[in-house]
């Protein structure tokens, strides 16, 4: 069949789906995309072609910045647990360089995208291009290189024959549990547009089967051993739990043996929070009962984690537990010196049963007490009267207890991990792997396209919004309803407070002007966000307290276009850390509060260990 590599590459995506426990779906429900001279005579020409713009196999939305097109994908991929995602394509240059963030954000995240950047002409035979890096050491050297660290796959593409190969093995890794995260095929734009005699089959449907690999039997005994030891075992629950669909499996497990389960970030809403066995949160951002419970642990079952420092509080919180790793990727199972589980988190979870083993009765019964208290904190500090950002945060989880709330960067991921509710595990969607300010709008307009039937709830502090509210208007132009809370506290009041602990005084962190005397102490910047998200196509509605909150919350919920909900919260306390994180504070200092900062992270450190 003779068709540009273009054509060739959007006939083949169309034609790929991913298959497991009997459901097929589309590997590639669309293409997202920003055309430039590097991909529109190619690929823009082979999406034209096929019917992209009016429903052909591979739909495509225009979007606004290439980084966010990435989000978007990541956003998608999650809400579909890593079984579709959407491809990315852009321009060279500046276009394709834009998505090294996305793309470092999927990696780490473990979340499949492809992206497919145009590149400088295979021949060379233009010379020196528009937006060519031109480096003297190398001509085969080019911007996307930047795109191999943080690609679990790449291939530049220099000659249509070397498509086949490179397409089959970027799917595998897009669809292989444990290698997955960005794919990259790098597109020459010569090579694009070139045509070739490609094979039949090339085109057929192929079905791509995601692994749920079982344990290997001597490690799963060498589990059991460890569990029927253990007295005060804890399940530290991540991402890995929801990606395979175990939480069902892990809810039984945990009701079962009596063990308390707490949570990651990537894994929250695991459990409903009102299992009897849920603690919540764990690590820095976790909640009292639950840090509480992993420095008392003598075993630690960590379930689909890759144990950030938020998880572990750097090193700080499992006081002398052992650990028991299931994951499908051997890299995390192996971290902590853990025994190893390499297997589907649903598959190990079902084969973990130990007959008549159950945690100490105290222990259980003790777990579900603490939990108890920090639910009774947790309404406490929902149910204050000022408009603080917890407060905030309780009006939403009531209204959005059925929808998405979606979060990446900022102050509000540590309260939400802390204190929100999930009823389900698609009801928390909050990116704390790369922890991506812009993430919030562009990974919202993800959740929406995967899952239309959910009302998704985007939570964006202002200094996230300003780095990336464009694709509002992406959302609007497909029509796709997003409610965005936009919650304005005039800066980063994250990294101020940080700041602040560190002996850095705040330092550039508040949005204010420069005042007569060179600092940055003058009035707030004359900023009006709401009125910038009505000039994107939103409509907004701005609250100002508890129940004008409410309010605007619940018309939005309703409204069948994007809202932006503005909010200006106001400064007050938040909700209590239990658990350490390392940030080094400097050694040396004329500065009294650092000197003093730096004794208490002295202090802080002693309780680090190598788990070895
Ligand atoms: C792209 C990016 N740049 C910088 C950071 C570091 N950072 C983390 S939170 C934050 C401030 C976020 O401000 P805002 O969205 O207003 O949230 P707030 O802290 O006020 O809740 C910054 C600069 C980041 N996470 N991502
Ligand atoms: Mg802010």
């Not at 220099?158 to 498509?163: G, K, S, Y």
């Not at 704390?432 to 919030?440: F, L, P, R």
């Given at each position: 069949m003779r068709l540009t590599t273009a054509q060739a590459l959007v006939r083949f995506l169309a034609n790929q789906w991913t298959e497991r426990d009997g459901a097929e779906q589309r590997l590639i429900a669309g293409c997202l995309g920003i055309f430039g001279h590097g991909n529109v005579a190619g690929i823009g020409q082979a999406l034209a072609e096929q019917g992209a713009g009016t429903g052909g196999a591979l739909p495509y939305y225009p979007a606004r910045n290439e980084q966010a097109m990435v989000h978007t994908a990541v956003g998608f991929a999650r809400t579909r647990d890593r079984l579709s995602t959407l491809a990315c394509t852009t321009s060279i240059g500046p276009g394709a360089t834009n998505m090294v963030t996305g793309a470092a954000l999927a990696t780490i995240n473990r979340l499949p995208v492809l992206l497919l950047p145009g590149d400088v002409?295979?021949?060379?035979?233009?010379?020196?291009?528009?937006?060519?890096?031109?480096?003297p050491r190398s001509?085969?050297?080019?911007?996307?290189?930047?795109?191999r660290p943080v690609s679990r796959f790449f291939a530049r593409i220099?000659?249509?024959?070397?498509?086949p190969a490179a397409l089959l093995a970027a799917m595998r890794v897009l669809t292989d549990p444990a290698e997955t995260g960005a794919v990259t095929l790098a597109l020459p734009q010569d090579v694009q547009a070139e045509a070739f005699d490609w094979?039949?089959?090339?085109f057929t449907r192929r079905v791509w089967h995601v692994a749920r690999p079982v344990p290997e039997p001597a490690a799963l005994d060498r589990a059991l051993e460890m569990l029927r030891r253990s007295r005060r075992p804890l399940v530290v629950a991540g991402g890995g739990v929801k990606y395979s669909g175990a939480c069902e499996t892990l809810a039984a497990f945990a009701a079962r043996h009596g063990v308390p389960v707490a949570e990651t970030q990537a894994g929250k809403g695991a459990l409903p929070?009102?299992?009897?066995c849920a603690v919540g949160a764990v690590g820095h951002t976790g909640t009292a009962a639950a840090n509480t419970l992993a420095r008392e642990a003598d075993l630690v079952i960590g379930v689909?984690?890759?144990?950030?420092d938020f998880t572990t509080a750097s090193r700080s919180l499992f006081g002398q537990a052992a650990f028991l790793n299931v994951n499908v990727t051997a890299f995390d199972a192996a971290k902590h010196s853990g025994e190893t589980l390499v297997a589907d988190a649903r598959e190990a979870l079902g084969a973990l049963w130990p007959d008549g083993w159950r945690a100490e009765a105290d222990w259980t019964d003790r777990a579900a007490s603490l939990a108890a208290g920090w639910r009774a904190e947790t309404d406490r500090i929902y149910g204050g009267?000022?408009?603080t950002q917890p407060v905030l945060l309780g009006v939403l989880n009531e209204i959005a207890a059925d929808g998405v709330v979606v979060n990446a960067a900022g102050s509000m991921p540590g309260d939400l991990h802390k204190l929100w509710r999930a009823a389900?595990?698609?009801n928390y969607h909050v990116e704390?792997?790369?922890?991506?300010?812009?993430?919030?709008i562009a990974g919202g307009l993800g959740v929406k396209l995967a899952a239309p039937e959910r009302e998704v709830f985007v939570l964006v502090g202002d200094g996230s919004y300003l780095m990336m509210a464009q694709e509002i208007v992406t959302a609007v132009q497909e029509g796709v309803k997003l409610v965005v809370v936009l919650v304005d506290n005039r800066g980063f009041a994250s990294i101020g407070n940080l700041s602040e602990a560190v002996g850095?005084?705040?330092?550039?962190?508040?949005h204010r002007t420069r005042g007569p005397a060179g600092?940055?102490?003058?009035?707030?910047?004359?900023?009006?966000l709401a009125a910038n998200a009505a000039s994107l196509g939103a409509d907004v509605l701005r609250a100002t307290d508890r129940e004008s909150l409410r309010e605007a919350l619940v018309k939005a919920r309703e409204a069948d276009r994007t809202t932006v909900v503005y909010v200006e919260t106001v400064p007050g306390p938040a909700p209590d850390t239990t658990a350490w994180w390392d940030v080094p504070v400097a050694?040396?200092?004329?500065d009294p509060v650092t000197r003093a900062a730096r004794e208490r992270y002295e202090d802080a450190k002693r309780d680090q260990r190598p788990y070895l």
């Open positions: 002409f295979a021949t060379r035979a233009a010379g020196t291009l528009l937006q060519e890096l031109e480096d001509p085969d050297l080019s911007v996307n290189d930047t795109l220099d000659r249509p024959e070397q498509l094979p039949e089959e090339l929070h009102d299992h009897p689909g984690t890759r144990y950030t009267a000022e408009l389900d595990p698609g704390y792997g790369y922890s991506c300010m812009g993430y919030e850095a005084h705040r330092l550039g962190t508040a600092e940055l102490d003058g009035p707030y910047l004359p900023v009006d050694e040396v200092s004329r």
